[in-house]
Protein backbone atom coordinates (compact mmCIF):
# COMPACT_ATOMS: atom_id res chain seq x y z
CA UNK A 1 0.00 0.00 0.00
CA UNK A 2 1.55 3.57 -0.89
CA UNK A 3 0.23 6.51 1.29
CA UNK A 4 0.70 10.00 -0.15
CA UNK A 5 0.13 13.08 1.82
CA UNK A 6 -0.26 16.34 0.17
CA UNK A 7 -0.27 19.87 1.41
CA UNK A 8 0.51 23.44 -0.36
CA UNK A 9 -2.64 24.88 -1.31
CA UNK A 10 -4.65 27.70 -0.05
CA UNK A 11 -5.99 30.51 -1.09
CA UNK A 12 -3.67 32.97 -3.36
CA UNK A 13 -4.38 36.22 -5.46
CA UNK A 14 -4.84 36.09 -9.76
CA UNK A 15 -1.55 36.33 -10.95
CA UNK A 16 -0.07 34.49 -7.59
CA UNK A 17 1.83 31.57 -7.19
CA UNK A 18 2.24 28.28 -5.01
CA UNK A 19 4.07 25.07 -4.47
CA UNK A 20 2.17 21.77 -3.35
CA UNK A 21 4.31 18.37 -2.32
CA UNK A 22 3.37 15.02 -2.44
CA UNK A 23 5.13 13.09 0.74
CA UNK A 24 5.11 9.31 -0.67
CA UNK A 25 5.58 6.19 1.73
CA UNK A 26 8.02 3.73 1.03
CA UNK A 27 11.48 2.75 -0.46
CA UNK A 28 10.27 2.01 -4.06
CA UNK A 29 9.11 5.76 -4.90
CA UNK A 30 11.79 6.72 -7.37
CA UNK A 31 9.82 3.71 -9.68
CA UNK A 32 6.41 5.24 -9.41
CA UNK A 33 5.39 7.81 -12.08
CA UNK A 34 3.74 10.51 -10.53
CA UNK A 35 0.75 12.58 -11.20
CA UNK A 36 -1.32 15.71 -10.76
CA UNK A 37 -4.89 16.03 -11.11
CA UNK A 38 -7.57 18.62 -10.47
CA UNK A 39 -11.52 18.46 -9.78
CA UNK A 40 -13.34 21.41 -10.03
CA UNK A 41 -17.26 21.57 -8.51
CA UNK A 42 -19.37 20.27 -10.92
CA UNK A 43 -16.78 18.85 -13.19
CA UNK A 44 -14.10 15.77 -13.65
CA UNK A 45 -10.86 15.29 -12.40
CA UNK A 46 -8.98 16.28 -14.79
CA UNK A 47 -4.62 15.05 -15.65
CA UNK A 48 -2.79 18.55 -15.21
CA UNK A 49 0.87 17.49 -15.21
CA UNK A 50 2.75 13.94 -15.23
CA UNK A 51 6.62 13.18 -14.55
CA UNK A 52 8.37 9.50 -15.09
CA UNK A 53 10.23 7.68 -12.04
CA UNK A 54 13.91 9.77 -13.19
CA UNK A 55 11.93 12.62 -14.28
CA UNK A 56 13.27 12.58 -17.79
CA UNK A 57 9.56 12.46 -18.94
CA UNK A 58 7.24 15.02 -18.26
CA UNK A 59 3.79 15.86 -19.43
CA UNK A 60 1.37 19.39 -19.21
CA UNK A 61 -2.61 19.73 -19.82
CA UNK A 62 -2.13 22.41 -22.45
CA UNK A 63 -4.72 24.11 -20.27
CA UNK A 64 -1.13 24.89 -17.58
CA UNK A 65 1.59 24.80 -20.24
CA UNK A 66 4.42 27.59 -19.40
CA UNK A 67 2.60 28.30 -16.03
CA UNK A 68 3.07 25.50 -13.82
CA UNK A 69 6.43 22.90 -13.52
CA UNK A 70 6.27 19.17 -12.33
CA UNK A 71 9.37 17.79 -10.24
CA UNK A 72 10.55 15.56 -7.99
CA UNK A 73 12.91 14.42 -5.50
CA UNK A 74 13.41 10.96 -5.21
CA UNK A 75 15.78 11.02 -1.92
CA UNK A 76 12.96 13.15 -0.01
CA UNK A 77 10.53 10.66 -1.75
CA UNK A 78 8.17 13.88 -2.69
CA UNK A 79 6.43 15.31 -5.67
CA UNK A 80 5.83 19.13 -6.47
CA UNK A 81 3.84 21.46 -8.45
CA UNK A 82 4.78 24.70 -8.93
CA UNK A 83 1.78 26.81 -9.90
CA UNK A 84 2.36 30.52 -11.59
CA UNK A 85 0.79 33.00 -13.18
CA UNK A 86 -2.56 31.61 -11.38
CA UNK A 87 -5.56 32.44 -12.86
CA UNK A 88 -9.18 31.94 -11.19
CA UNK A 89 -10.05 28.79 -13.66
CA UNK A 90 -7.22 27.04 -11.93
CA UNK A 91 -9.21 26.91 -8.69
CA UNK A 92 -9.81 23.43 -8.00
CA UNK A 93 -9.37 20.15 -5.51
CA UNK A 94 -5.75 19.22 -6.46
CA UNK A 95 -4.81 15.69 -6.15
CA UNK A 96 -1.22 13.76 -6.74
CA UNK A 97 -0.91 10.48 -7.89
CA UNK A 98 1.16 7.14 -8.32
CA UNK A 99 1.19 4.76 -11.16
CA UNK A 100 2.86 1.78 -9.91
CA UNK A 101 2.68 0.44 -13.17
CA UNK A 102 6.09 -0.81 -14.77
CA UNK A 103 5.25 1.23 -18.08
CA UNK A 104 8.51 3.16 -19.61
CA UNK A 105 6.04 6.49 -19.35
CA UNK A 106 3.73 8.56 -17.39
CA UNK A 107 0.34 8.31 -18.04
CA UNK A 108 -2.00 11.01 -18.90
CA UNK A 109 -5.33 9.21 -17.59
CA UNK A 110 -7.04 8.81 -13.72
CA UNK A 111 -7.69 5.42 -14.56
CA UNK A 112 -4.36 4.60 -14.79
CA UNK A 113 -2.94 5.81 -11.57
CA UNK A 114 -3.05 3.48 -8.57
CA UNK A 115 -2.86 5.26 -5.12
CA UNK A 116 -4.46 8.61 -4.47
CA UNK A 117 -3.45 11.81 -1.95
CA UNK A 118 -6.11 13.17 0.05
CA UNK A 119 -6.37 16.34 -2.47
CA UNK A 120 -5.78 19.78 -1.33
CA UNK A 121 -7.82 22.96 -2.23
CA UNK A 122 -6.44 25.50 -4.29
CA UNK A 123 -8.45 29.41 -4.56
CA UNK A 124 -7.20 31.58 -7.07
CA UNK A 125 -9.53 35.02 -6.11
CA UNK A 126 -9.80 37.77 -8.68
Known amino acids: QVQLVESGGGLVQAGGSLRLSCAAS????????MGWFRQAPGKEREFVAS????????YYADSVKGRFTISRDNAKNTAYLQMNSLKPEDTAVYYC???????????????????WGQGTQVTVSS
Open 97 to 115: AADTALTVVPSTRVGDYDY
Open 26 to 33: GRTFSRYH
Open 51 to 58: ISWIGGTI
